[in-house]
């Protein structure tokens, strides 16, 4: 075993240069949404990933959507799924990136470039482990399954369906789920399960233009409606006030219970790291580990009304746009509660207010004492050298339940992101050193979970 | 004075394409706060302007500022100060103009240019109505002083200071203010006042950069704070909640409340012009006239937070914004409000949200009944052929009292606006037909405010 070890860590460092091209090139790709072109050549450059490790890709072309790569190798009594993604968030707001966001940029050990911890670190991570394990000890101990798809940041439109139409190809024990994080002090997080995740653009409307403002003394302003709507849907202390909003919730059970309790949540840290003064409603401790990891949320994401220039422009707006998303715990459905929040939005006399679905995701989680997730707490004790921390429920999102739920396997997730990656922000970055240590911790998880009882 | 009426009316019609030309000229400048040069260039087209009628032109440059032009011309007992402005708004939001904003556009009788009606059509109808004057009378029989400045659109931050360091300059009998509008149904309005103005920016912080919303659990959300500060402020009735506001409020007069009764505000043609579905409180009649015209107002001319394209991003804000305008009715004062905001936040638990000033004006108004008003009320019969409707305080700002109330002289305006102008909207734009109209309005006023007792 220790063997093993030394050959991979040789492996990987004999073959830094190779690694960084290879993520470079997939970095490069500025595979939002809003370019299809870019998904496609994203998705194509998974499948060459993909072939590089000698897992034959397969790229399904999915209708009105990405496409999902697909590859298979390995042999024995397990088989691991492993779920990745290749479309990043949108870049904005531009102005306060350092480098260009789609042109990766190293500075020191520092690896930035939109998509670089969220999702194509990880997954190129993954390929080499599999490239450094084979090379290393001259075969696979696990069946490894690949399902990268291209629609994660807009809620994964399409991967449901393919999971449940192909139930088969994607038959496994258990599944490693995307990404995760280093917290604030250098510790890996391992993620047992996902927040689940609605997300709404809710829009108000006005006179049909824009007016001078001098006539907002009597033709009702849409930014006046959306700010009054909104401001029924929280509380000043952050606790969410639609009716009916949380009789879904399932409480922590006592694995989970005894896992958040030894969360060690670096508050100093994380607050100066952030340049965050204080938490909501002034928590800390345990209260603060289980608002993070253990409720709902609603956030507004953006808002947008009228004139945002610079200076002064005195304009009564015709239209007024909040994005929000929810996040939901076990075992809230999005279906119920946009219900709830057209209903609540109806009763309170918003029925102007006109609510876009951007689809949902539904919350998932395993349990914390599975096999998976002690051969992943191994592994990282292996190439870390410290004690994980676990997170029940990761406060993030991602389609868990459309694979996992959906396959009735469990999951785990670790990754190369660190506390200060900016995942959706400016200045996504991951170390390089976390790079390379990722593709160590994934070749040394491979053989735990094939020898786990 | 019918042969006087007659040879302008001729005057103005053989002269059409001249003064189509000198608007266009000053209208393709795109002379807003935020392009100096251009502020400069419009300046100097002022000039000309005022040099082409006979008044010989100064321009003051102005320090941190625009460049105010001053010319004077004519003679006889009184003396009327005409007041305009070259700055114009902003252009946005762009994707909304049917035509470039700074390519004065030709379609049918329409004029459409960014500043065509604020306050470009104005300034140049008055200049030609000197010159026709003179070509049709051989001379002027009131001497006219023009004061024209460039930040009227940004609170006119160096134009008080002006006028009390030229009183002597400026002396006048009464002051002829930049512009009006006809209603909906055709019927030119008459101002004898104008409603104040404070124009701020709340700004609130989160974390130091934008981060991945489910951070959104325990990170304070810079948007709500601003949501919740902002409904703070203003019930569902649009009736004020800033304690203190509605202190300095000095109800209309007699001849003012007589004016408010006359005015005829077609509530159908104006919800059916702008696509309005009904008025603030489902107002209507005198009840609405009066809301319209005497009560201060706080409107949100803009919201800004977080991501604001297309689809769905899932991030967490690290600041908001909200501009916002509050008119102001005789007496209010902008300071003192200024300071009861500041303090209605603290007291409301909002400390941390940042008032940005972006400077005010007194609201002002000049007697109903006073012989400026008059005279401009029979020149406007006399060349649209109809009954004007006089509003006693426009809801409409400008910087009235830093030189009416300054130099203690009465004010009326009249001009070349309709209903559907878009004053500070996309596709403003003026008749062509009410522009020369204004021409010989504004000589039919200077041979009545000449005459009348």
């Not at 779920?83 to 020191?108: C, K, M, S």
């Not at 995760?180 to 409307?205: F, N």
């Not at 739920?405 to 785990?412: D, E, Q, R, T, Y």
């Amino acid at each position: 075993m220790q063997d093993i070890k030394n050959n991979i860590r040789s492996y990987v460092e004999a073959r830094r240069e190779q690694m960084l091209e290879d993520l470079i090139r997939l970095c490069r790709i500025p595979s939002t949404a809003q370019n299809p072109a870019a998904l496609s050549a994203a998705a194509s450059e998974v499948a060459a990933a993909l072939a590089s490790c000698g897992a034959s890709p397969r790229i399904f072309e999915i209708e009105g959507g990405a496409p999902i790569v697909y590859g298979e190798i390995g042999s024995g009594e397990r088989t691991l799924l492993v779920y990745n993604h290749y479309d990043v968030q949108p870049a904005d707001p531009l102005d306060l990136w350092r480098t260009d966001p789609f042109t990766p940029t190293i500075e020191g050990d520092a690896f930035y470039c939109r998509g670089a911890s969220d999702n194509k670190g990880n997954f190129m991570a993954r390929v080499h482990a599999v490239r450094a394990l084979q090379a290393a000890t001259g075969k696979l101990p696990v069946r490894i399954k690949f399902l990268i798809e291209g629609e994660e940041e807009t809620s994964s439109a399409h991967l449901g369906a393919f999971v449940r139409e192909h139930r088969e190809l994607l038959k496994a024990d258990g599944c490693l789920w995307e990404c995760s994080w280093k917290d604030p002090r250098g510790r890996p997080i391992l993620t047992c399960g996902l927040k689940g995740l609605c997300y709404v653009e809710l829009r108000a409307r006005g006179a049909r233009h824009d007016m001078h403002s001098s006539y907002a003394a009597i033709v009702p302003n849409p930014a006046w409606r959306l700010v009054w709507a909104l401001a029924t849907l929280l509380d000043s202390d952050y606790r969410i006030t639609i009716p009916g909003w949380t009789d879904e919730i399932r409480p922590p059970d006592a694995a989970a219970s005894r896992a958040l309790d030894r969360v060690q949540f670096d508050e100093e840290a994380f607050r100066t790291l952030h340049g965050v003064h204080e938490f909501v409603r002034r928590l800390s401790g345990r209260e603060l580990v289980r608002q993070f990891l253990s409720c709902p949320t609603v956030t507004i994401c953006g808002l947008r009304a009228g004139y945002t220039g610079e200076g002064a422009k005195t304009v009564l707006p015709a239209e007024a746009v909040a994005k929000l998303d929810f996040r939901l715990v076990p075992d809230m459905t999005p279906k119920k509660l946009l219900a709830a929040l057209r209903r609540h939005l109806d009763r309170r006399g918003f029925r102007d207010i006109e609510i876009k679905e951007f689809g949902g995701v539904m919350p998932a989680a395993t349990s914390c004492d599975d096999r998976l997730v002690r051969a992943a707490a191994a592994a990282v004790r292996m190439t870390a050298g410290v004690e994980p921390i676990i997170y029940p429920v990761a406060p993030w999102s991602g389609p868990l339940y459309d694979v996992c739920g959906v396959l009735g396997i469990p999951s785990v997730a670790f990754g190369v992101g660190h506390a200060d990656s900016c995942d959706h922000a400016p200045n996504e970055n991951i170390s390089m050193d976390d790079y390379f240590e990722g593709v160590r911790c994934m070749a040394a998880f491979l053989g735990e979970y094939a020898a786990i009882p």
